[in-house]
């Protein structure tokens, strides 16, 4: 059965609206998780770092005022778009890793992804 | 230069065939290696881990060379079910910084 789950699957909004996307863990507490963003024939790029019970960590270039992230629970982290844009429109995954993430023994899960686009 | 290349195909083979598809990676730090695959508007699926020494799962076989940095996946008798988009993965594990870089697949079609 599926490891991840992200909801909601599909999102259409207006420009300038914010929209939120959840993430849960389903088999596992997972206190990391990831969120990746797809552009089309593009590869994924990871954006941020979701850590539970503290900030995240955005990777370079990636605006942490624009997409918010809470890790409140060791199962759930949520991303926000504020403020969208017509080139926020992409394809959002995130994921879990289940292990040590300092070893090398790991196993990482990805979400079904979230489709947004931005009118 | 991307941290994982590949060549994006696509590769158009027959049913039966056998398909190759390489990736180089750019980082030294690299520590394991994986092929996964992700078929159209879906999330990406861990296909197999690579090894130094080779593996084999069923059709698909994976080799990793180190000195060149480079990775291999041979796909044989391929199915209709194979068609899909297949993804270079290395994590990279420095310090306090690890994560996974995507390559941006290689697109396989396979026809009747």
């Known amino acids: 059965g599926a490891v991840v789950s992200q909801h909601p699957s599909w999102v259409i909004c207006k420009s300038g609206t914010s929209v939120k996307i959840e993430c849960r863990s389903l088999?596992?507490?997972?206190?990391?998780m990831f969120w990746y963003r797809q552009f089309p024939k593009q590869s994924l790029m990871l954006m941020a770092t979701?850590?539970?019970?503290?900030?995240?960590?955005?990777e370079q270039g990636v605006e942490k005022d624009k997409f918010l992230i809470n890790h409140a629970s060791l199962t759930l982290s949520t991303l926000t778009v504020t403020s969208a844009h017509p080139e926020d429109s992409s394809f959002y995954i995130c994921?879990?890793?289940?292990?040590?993430?300092?070893?090398?023994?790991?196993?990482?899960?990805f979400g079904p992804g979230t489709r947004l686009t931005v009118t | 230069r991307k941290e994982v290349e590949q060549d994006p195909g696509p590769f158009n083979v027959p049913e039966g065939a056998t398909v190759a598809f390489n990736c180089t990676y750019s980082?030294?730090?690299?520590?394991?290696f994986f092929w996964y695959r992700q078929d159209c508007r879906k999330e990406p699926k861990l296909l197999m881990s690579?090894?130094?020494s080779g593996n084999e799962d069923g059709r698909f076989t994976a080799q990793l060379n180190r000195a060149s940095q480079y990775i291999s996946l041979l796909i044989r008798d391929s199915k209709l079910s194979d068609s899909a988009t297949y993804l270079c993965?290395?994590?990279?594990?420095?310090?306090?910084?690890?994560?996974?870089?995507f390559g941006a697949g290689t697109r396989l079609a396979v026809h009747p």
């Open positions: 994921s879990v890793r289940r292990g040590n993430g300092a070893s090398l023994t790991y196993e990482q899960y």
């Open positions: 088999d596992f507490q997972a206190t990391t």
């Open positions: 979701s850590n539970e019970g503290s900030k995240a960590t955005y």
């Open positions: 980082n030294s730090a690299s520590q394991s």
């Open positions: 690579v090894y130094s």
């Open positions: 993965v290395v994590f990279v594990f420095s310090g306090g910084y690890n994560k996974l870089i």
